[in-house]
């Protein structure tokens, strides 16, 4: 039996700094009805789906950047989505900024969660790859502080049996890195989902516009085909409290080809129904991993982590 999963792509437009959860949720709760009149099993919300993407900002108190944090999932704010989406039996990935209280200490993290159709926890995420920088940046026409204001994930890239298939997480930054696609192909991944925030500008770099769309493309597809796995990565798009983010929610197949992209800077739910053992034609000849990799000769990615040229 073929073992199709269809999957929406649940595109946010912009949220603004002062939209409350509420009504972000209820943006949420909307795509998640279209999601299941379109006969989606999953929906993937973006990165930090609940609020703006506030490391765009310096902020000096504590209690002004924790109050974009999540101290519970669920709570009061985000319970109505986990209910309607148990209502209709639809699972869900869902990115926000998470508050724990671990090892007696207060600890934050870029973080997502994937929820199974009966309402169950089937896993979590923290991501790894933080962009940016952790101190006030004055030459840049606004900041880009996860450095600051998360830690670096400490769960790894697991991979997890939902969906009917073999499915694993990462968070926007994350996708640029061949490393997180290859540790959850190497478990076997059949579906990454990933979700992102991308400025149209690099504010660090002088960057051609479409080099930015091209490069999120290029690793996207790239992950897909050199591990045999489908991704479906969504954006959170358009202008945003001054910044325009660039949008480009897909989806990428096992052989790396883009079958479906988002055609506004909106919230739109794109529907994809994938075939799961499109993966093993990939998997089993040119990425056969147990037949072609050279791991006597990958001892340096793990070794050393910056360039170091001869001298
Ligand atoms: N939220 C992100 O991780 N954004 C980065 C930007 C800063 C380049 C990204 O990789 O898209």
């Known amino acids: 039996m073929a073992r199709t999963l269809t999957v929406g792509a649940a595109q946010l437009g912009p949220i603004q700094r002062s939209d409350t959860r509420k009504q972000v949720v209820r943006r949420l709760i909307e795509l998640l ?8 099993k999953l929906v993937v919300y973006p990165e930090l789906a609940l609020t703006t993407f506030f490391p765009r900002w310096m902020m000096e108190g504590q209690a002004e950047v924790d109050a974009f944090f999540e101290r519970a999932m669920p709570n009061a704010d985000v319970q109505p989505l986990f209910d309607e989406a148990r209502r209709l039996g639809i699972g869900f990935h869902l990115g926000y900024a998470e508050l724990a209280e671990q090892e007696g200490r207060t600890r934050r993290f870029n973080t997502a969660i994937l929820v199974d159709p009966n309402g169950d926890f089937v896993g979590k995420y923290r991501k ?17 502080l996860e ?5 670096v994930g400490d769960l790894g890239w697991p991979v997890w049996r939902a969906f009917g298939g073999i499915v694993g997480m990462c968070i ?9 696609f290859r540790v959850m192909g190497l478990k076997g991944v059949e579906l990454v989902v990933c979700g992102f925030n991308t400025p149209e500008f690099n504010a660090s770099m002088v960057e051609p516009g479409h080099h930015r769309m091209m490069h999120h493309f290029l690793s996207v597809q790239s992950g897909a085909y050199q591990n045999g796995t489908w991704v479906v990565a969504v954006a959170k798009a358009g202008m945003e409290e ?3 983010l660039h949008g480009g929610t897909c989806v990428a197949a096992p052989s790396g080809e883009l079958v479906a992209v988002a055609s506004t800077l909106g919230d739109e739910l794109l529907a994809y129904t994938m075939d799961l053992d499109a993966t093993a034609p990939i998997k089993n000849t040119i990425f056969n991993f147990a037949r072609h990799r050279r791991v006597e000769h990958y001892g340096i990615i793990v070794e050393q982590t910056g360039a170091i040229p001869p001298p």
């Open 172 to 180: 926007c930054n994350d996708r640029r890195w061949p490393e997180t």
């Open 242 to 244: 001054g910044c325009m």
């Open 33 to 40: 009805r279209e999601a299941h009149a379109r006969n989606c």
């Open 128 to 144: 790894i790859h933080l962009p940016g920088h952790a101190e006030y940046e004055p030459q840049r026409p606004f900041q880009h």
């Open 147 to 151: 450095k600051r204001y998360f830690e």
